[in-house]
């Protein structure tokens, strides 16, 4: 069986033996209807539970548009100039600042932003990097989960909130987009870590494709309406990161409406083999070890306990996170980090705590090989994992641990299928 499957910012060529191989697990293909750009403006023309975009900035001052982070691969090239033409044509007055919902994460650079906008919009527009530690924060009093709820203040100090972004499966949201632009998007350290406290990880329903009785979702939702989310902009993408669908309107009904397009396009039926290949999509979503840490729970899904997922990703960026990548490389054993987690008040929830909760939980069960030529082996193996330069030499180890025989599955892409 050879195929090819994205890595960083290529097709990796692979071959599986016929004798081994079951299946491939992979999104159904949806077909677009129209160019990425006609499929942006239908979604805006026609919005879902909500009055126009036009409507809503008529008479308003300033505005934000919440966007997302260099680790996630958004269209922003399509979606952005449409929303600005749209948004000045209707109030050519109206000032506009883009806010970066980083999360977590790292500040985004120039470059990355010059990467998702373009060198005009970075050079013309005022745009503003969320800063969960650093920026200026309102309190918008509690979480539904006990925590406190602290939105960067730029957002709130506004006539009008809306958001960009995309809706894929998600580990443990059930789903992005929609109301993670709030939460965890440009909400403060402090919030971010109450909703993603060890409870809350361990529950059965915050899993991939889950919203109905997630407690991180609950508490999401909670933080985009207390902030006053008016709209949203969200699409759908494939595998090339081209639009295939698009969803405006009311930040929970249009989000819930793409949500169903996607568990649609992307419910597979699982096969548990003793070995599962999977990949974080290629670039940017595979650029660290924290990011993919999403591709291998849906290898995690189809495989049998005590087996072998073969992780292939680039790792450009390295681990992705200081406190995750310290906490696993300083535990003796997955399963005592995990056992350490379960301890943790929901309030004392430790940076990146749950990123490294999540992988132990995977480690505690299986073997990780991670494929790259990208990134420092010693940072991986350090993290508990094995590495491979290459798929051959990730494979032939597989098959030495898992025996000749050894059943093999392929998800060519982790982050959009839900097993």
Avoid at 5 to 34: R, S
Avoid at 333 to 338: A, E, G, I, R, S
Wanted: aromatic share 6%; proline share 5%; net charge neutral.
């Amino acid at each position: 069986m050879k195929t090819k499957i994205p890595y960083h910012k290529m097709q990796m060529p692979i071959e599986i033996p016929d004798e081994n191989f079951v299946c491939t697990l992979a999104a159904n293909h949806a077909e677009p209807t129209g160019t990425e750009q006609e499929i942006v403006e239908r979604a805006l023309d026609n919005p879902i539970g909500s009055k126009s975009l036009e409507e809503l900035v008529q008479g308003k001052r300033r505005m934000v548009i919440i966007s997302s982070d260099h680790t996630r691969p958004v269209p922003s090239r399509v979606t952005m100039p449409i929303l600005l033409r749209r948004i000045r044509a209707a109030n050519p007055d109206i000032e506009i600042t883009i806010l970066i919902a980083t999360g977590f994460h790292r500040p985004t650079t120039r470059q990355e932003l010059i990467d998702r906008y373009g060198e005009e919009i970075v050079a013309r527009e005022k745009i503003a990097v969320h800063r969960s530690h650093d920026d200026e924060m309102a309190d918008l009093g509690t979480l539904p989960s006990g925590g406190k709820l602290l939105i960067n203040k730029l957002a709130i100090d506004t006539d009008l909130l809306i958001a960009e972004g995309f809706i894929e499966a998600h580990f443990f949201a059930g789903f992005s987009g929609g109301r993670k632009a709030i939460l965890p998007g440009i909400a403060s350290a402090t919030t971010v870590m109450a909703n993603h406290c060890s409870e809350f990880i361990s529950s059965p329903h915050a899993r991939t494709g889950i919203l109905d009785g997630n407690p991180i979702h609950r508490d999401m939702l909670f933080a985009a309406a207390k902030a006053k989310l008016a709209f949203i902009l969200n699409v759908v993408i494939d595998a090339k990161k081209k639009v295939i669908a698009a969803f405006a309107g009311d930040s929970e009904k249009a989000h819930v409406t793409g949500c169903e397009f996607v568990l649609k396009m992307s419910k597979v039926k699982k096969n548990p083999t003793d070995i599962v290949i999977t990949t974080n999509g290629g670039y940017p979503l595979d650029q660290n070890i924290y990011q993919a840490v999403k591709g291998m729970t849906a290898a995690e899904a189809n495989c049998k306990t005590g087996g072998v997922i073969i992780m292939v990703a680039g790792l450009s960026d390295g681990h992705g996170g200081e406190s995750f990548c310290k906490m696993v490389t300083d535990a003796p054993t997955p399963q005592k980090l995990l056992e350490e987690f379960s301890h943790i008040p929901r309030n004392e929830t430790k940076p990146d705590q749950w990123e490294a909760q999540i992988l132990c939980r995977i480690l505690s069960k299986y073997t990780v090989i991670m494929v790259t030529d990208l990134c420092d082996p010693q940072l991986i193996t350090g993290m508990h994992m094995e590495h491979s330069k290459t798929f051959d030499e990730a494979l032939s180890r597989a098959f030495e641990l898992k025996g000749k025989v050894a059943t093999v599955s392929l998800i060519p892409d982790g982050v959009s299928v839900i097993v």
